[in-house]
């Protein structure tokens, strides 16, 4: 039996998933993500080069290693899922010329080149159609959120004076002000540069997220892919 691997944007996005899967206590590894460093990451989303280069990589994997199925885990941000679906297959097509027609989620399609066979699905991290980490992350927070829910007062407080700040932009300083205010403790803050960002709380708190939170599920579906037989 060879070995189940998933691609992903980011090291946060690594880290959760390695989270929901050890939850659910299954054998899947997360590759090293397509963005390594976050202060590296392009502010407008994922870039088609980058996902084309770590398919190249895959494919020099897959002709050295024994793997059987793969995952490609990314954002859908704004996107409609039809024009993220496109976006994959567009790159695949660049790296594997054969491969089949990608045209949904959570549904694997076969990769053959030389005399290699492997199935590649994909999944899209949103909540209702939208959105990214941050925000599934900010639905399944599990613990007190007085520090973070605040910040709606302060946004409130911008829309009056003719300020905005987008969706994402809040998303990710709600879930910053929870990591670092609501959820820490004296001895994180000790080691505050360390201990107080969301990479440290996604590989080492994973109970101050609700891993069992319906807007999971479809995520676990995913999962299962890799861990059942097909």
């Not at 066979?117 to 927070?141: H, P, R």
Request: proline share 2%.
């Amino acid at each position: 039996m060879g070995r189940n691997i998933l691609i992903v944007e980011s090291n946060n996005d690594k880290y959760f998933f390695q989270s929901v899967i050890k939850h659910l206590n299954y054998n899947i590894k997360v590759e090293s993500p397509i963005f390594a460093d976050e202060d590296y990451r392009p502010l407008e989303g994922l870039d088609s080069s980058k996902l084309t280069k770590a398919l190249k990589d895959l494919k020099a994997d897959i002709q050295k290693e024994d793997i059987d199925r793969v995952g490609i885990i990314i954002d859908i941000d704004l996107h409609s899922e039809a024009d993220r679906i496109k976006f994959i297959h567009d790159c695949l097509v660049k790296v594997f010329p054969k491969a089949a027609l990608l045209d949904r989620v959570n549904q694997f399609i076969e990769l053959n080149f030389d005399d290699y066979q492997i199935q590649l699905a994909c999944y899209f991290t949103n909540v209702d159609g939208k959105g990214e980490l941050e925000t599934v992350l900010k639905l399944i927070k599990s613990q007190d959120s007085t520090h973070a829910d605040c910040l709606q007062s302060w946004r409130e407080c911008l829309t009056r004076n003719s300020k905005q700040i987008t969706d994402k932009s809040f998303d990710k300083l709600w879930i910053a002000n929870y990591v670092r205010y609501d959820t820490s403790t004296k001895d994180d803050k000790k080691d505050a540069a360390k201990k107080l960002t969301l990479n440290y709380a996604l590989e080492n708190k994973s109970f101050i997220w609700n891993l069992n939170h319906p807007a999971l599920d479809d995520l676990k579906a995913f999962f299962r892919l890799f861990h059942n037989p097909v």
